[in-house]
């Protein structure tokens, strides 16, 4: 259940730096680096789940 709410999360946030990397023109913006590093802290916490 968790790790599906998780996996949820982690593609709309995907579809989401998809996105503002077109609008944005690159990775350098600080929405771009935001986004990117809450899809990277959410990534790691469904690592850490599955590994249990």
């Known amino acids: 259940m968790i790790i599906d709410s998780l996996e ?7 579809k989401k730096l998809t ?11 600080e929405d771009v680096v935001q986004i990117s590093q809450e899809l ?9 789940k599955k590994k249990r």
């Open 40 to 48: 990277d802290r959410l990534i790691l916490k469904m690592q850490k």
């Open 19 to 29: 996105e503002i990397v077109q609008i944005k023109g690159g990775f350098a913006d």
């Open 8 to 14: 949820n999360k982690i593609n709309d946030l995907r």
